[in-house]
């Protein structure tokens, strides 16, 4: 039964992200054609400025590092001759304990920003933009925050792909609607 329990409230959890995040990139840098000439084969990732530990529940700077590497696939593409770089740069992560999801709700927050350079000038190519995400989504006596209570990297997964994704839509939209 916990079992179910946990993975019903796992599910709810991943659904609620998008939602909670705050609003996603609107508009790509890059154009279509832009996009074309650019390959971009690596991802550098520098979490240095959250220390040793997010905020709020304490889980190690490697660990997100860790996270944002597993989720930065979805930065690279190969379409063109010019080699770039995605270069992502955390500012904060605050991961809510369960506690405050209890008692007064919250969700927690990944913030920092996507730029991408030339691999070999190092010429910017496209500016650091600003990129925010969010999980949870819980609600004062919600219930679903008591789930990542045993494994408080779930909550980390699912923020540093939500990051990702949001950073790869600011860059270039291959779909765009």
Request: net charge positive; charged share 20%.
């Amino acid at each position: 039964m916990h079992k179910i329990f946990k993975l019903v409230a796992v599910s709810l959890i991943g659904a609620t992200l998008a939602a909670c995040a705050g609003p996603g990139p609107k508009q790509a840098v890059l154009s279509a054609q832009q996009a074309q000439q650019i390959s971009v084969r690596e991802a550098q990732i520098d979490v240095s400025a959250i220390g040793a530990a997010t905020s709020g529940r304490k889980v190690p700077a490697s660990t997100v590092r860790d996270e944002l590497r597993k989720a930065s696939g979805v930065l690279l593409w190969s379409n063109g001759p010019r080699d770039a770089v995605a270069v992502v740069k955390i500012d904060s992560v605050n991961i809510i304990g369960v506690g405050q999801t209890v008692l007064i709700g919250g969700e927690s927050t990944m913030r920092g920003s996507v730029s991408l350079v030339d691999a070999k000038t190092r010429d910017v190519i496209v500016p650091p933009q600003e990129i925010s995400s969010g999980g949870g989504g819980y609600t004062p006596g919600g219930l679903i925050g008591a789930a990542t209570l045993e494994d408080k990297s779930l909550e980390t997964t699912q923020l540093a792909t939500e990051f990702m994704r949001r950073a790869r839509l600011a860059i270039y939209n291959p779909n765009p609607k």
